[in-house]
């Protein structure tokens, strides 16, 4: 059997989740079968991968229509694949048009929708209504769609009520339990600015609204005054959200020490490191699928505060390996809170509770990552997949 994949995020070129993604299933599924890679960006050196640059004449378009001119080169390539197998909006139009053009089956693995992130239209413009087609499209015409979590089943099916529900299927995100793991290194911690010898609320990810990072810089003003904020955060999606995350962080520093503002991708011993010497993880995204983050801090043995959302609550047991912030949400698939207000206070109450007992919150860090190690491992997650591709032959 031949899979050919398709992705925007391949190494070396990752900035989220989906890339993280996909990279350990490559490599997992690789163990017995022939998989093509199909990436956006610079050439690649690894074998049976191959990169696409944005044509010359769409050098200066819409990003969602030099997104389509890779996808066209992409598509034309595929001739010979036993299956296609495409990943976020910006790859799904090569595999729609890879099973029109040539026939072949196409698995969509769903790790966001659309309609769920409304506010890309500030970041794409006009490009959004496009970047919706084509998943909307894509998906209701993929032989098989892969969720990443229940939630995110439900909320596919929500969205795209034309899709045939016996053809979506819910198969995790999974963790590299080799090389995330507790890794204790003070003096990288101590470099970055951060003081391992404090208590710390340790947040990773990309600046966007659906992280949810506005609400927990509030949130971090009603904590102890001894508690740090570490903030691996980068990659803002747009000048507006920058500047207001910035503004908020700046007034915090103002108000409180502790407050560590990492801006760029941190190599993964050094963010291993950061989870390690912290106390707590916060995810407070209002929009999350699944949350490779949660499992990354798991596998370090380190507690998850996170948001009773989308694929959250199957990641993190509360109680267990950490709790649950809950949340009442508007309707209009913002994911923005009913009250800002209430969910700001309940952030920073729980954080605050796990804080207080530091016993506790170890205990809760070492059942993460027995947790992780039991549902989330890679192995796990290609022969599921594997499952799916041989049952469209």
């Known amino acids: 059997m031949r899979v050919d994949l398709l992705t925007k995020e391949y190494p070396p070129e990752i900035y989220g989740g989906a890339g993280v993604h996909v990279a350990e299933l490559v490599k997992a599924l690789r163990t017995d079968i022939d998989v093509t890679v199909r990436c956006f960006g610079a050439p690649r050196s690894e074998a049976d991968t191959f990169a696409y640059g944005v044509p010359a004449e769409l050098a200066e378009a819409n990003a969602t229509l030099t997104t389509l001119g890779v996808d066209l080169q992409m598509a034309q390539d595929v001739q010979g694949a036993d299956v296609v197998h495409s990943h976020t909006w910006y790859a799904n139009g090569a ?9 072949v089956p196409h698995v969509v693995t769903a790790h966001s929708l659309e309609p769920l992130r409304p506010w890309k239209a500030e970041q794409l413009g006009g490009g959004y209504r496009v970047s919706s087609w084509i998943e909307k499209t894509a998906f ?12 995110m089943r439900a909320d596919i099916l929500r969205s795209y009520p034309a899709l045939d529900a016996s053809r979506v299927h819910v198969v995790y995100n999974g963790i590299d339990l080799d090389r995330w793991k507790p890794t204790t290194d003070d003096d990288v911690v101590r470099a970055l600015g951060i003081d391992p010898d404090r208590p710390s609320v340790v947040f990773v990810g990309r600046i966007t609204r659906q992280k949810g990072l506005p609400y927990l810089l509030r949130a971090a003003a009603l904590l102890p005054p001894e508690v740090q904020l570490v903030l691996c955060a980068g990659a803002p999606d747009t000048p507006g959200i920058l500047a207001e995350v910035t503004e908020l962080v700046e007034a915090l520093q103002r108000e409180r020490s502790g407050v560590v503002w990492i801006d760029r991708l941190l190599p993964q011993h050094e ?23 949660n499992l990354e801090a798991m596998a370090c043995g380190l507690p998850v505060v996170g948001t009773a959302t989308g694929g959250i609550p ?16 508007l309707s209009d698939g913002t994911g923005t809170p009913t009250d800002p207000a209430v969910f700001v206070a309940d952030l920073a109450r729980t954080l605050t509770e796990v ?35 041989a049952s469209l032959l």
């Open 271 to 293: 963010l291993s490191a950061v989870l390690t010497a912290g106390t707590v993880f916060v995810c407070p995204s209002v929009y999350e699928p699944l949350g490779i983050v």
């Open 95 to 103: 595999g729609h048009i890879a099973k029109l053009l040539h026939g």
């Open 314 to 329: 199957e990641v993190v047991a509360d109680g267990v390996t950490g709790r649950l912030v809950p949340i009442d949400q």
């Open 140 to 151: 209701e015409a993929a032989d098989a769609v892969i969720a990443v979590s229940g939630g």
């Open 355 to 389: 804080l207080a007992d530091p016993a506790l919150a170890a205990e809760m860090g070492r059942a993460g990552r027995v947790r992780a190690e039991e549902m989330f491992s890679w192995g796990q997650i290609a022969a599921s997949t594997r499952e799916i591709y």
